[in-house]
């Protein structure tokens, strides 16, 4: 399985409503549930209504479509990781998933990856 790293930082908040989000942005994820609206975004693009945040994130992505009859990825690199020692906030699309690690484990996470056989591409901004 392939996966690639993103090159830039990503922050984990919480805002107050979803109007200050910049919906042409490259990269965003909106979760909104009846008791919170949460967002992932780039570090750079925190919009000015964040009520709380988490900063010091980094992803990948695991490339190509996956389909909705595959079982198990997200749950065998998120044990992965776990034995290593490092956290992940998961998040999903309709095509892939994106695992996010704290910036200060992200090279840890990408040995760790590399050392089960995963082949990691680097980065470019």
Known sequence: MELRQLPFELTVCKVSDVTS????????FVGKT???ISLVCQTSEVPSNT?????GWRGFVIE?????????????VSSMLAAAGIGIFAVSTYNTDYILVKSENFCKATDALAAAGYS?????D
């Open 21 to 28: 989000i910049d919906l042409s942005s490259e990269f965003f």
């Open 51 to 55: 009520v709380a945040r988490e900063d």
């Open 64 to 76: 190509g479509v996956l389909d909705f009859s595959l079982v198990g990825i997200l749950s065998k």
């Open 120 to 124: 990691i591409k680097v980065a470019s």
């Open 34 to 36: 009846d008791e919170e």
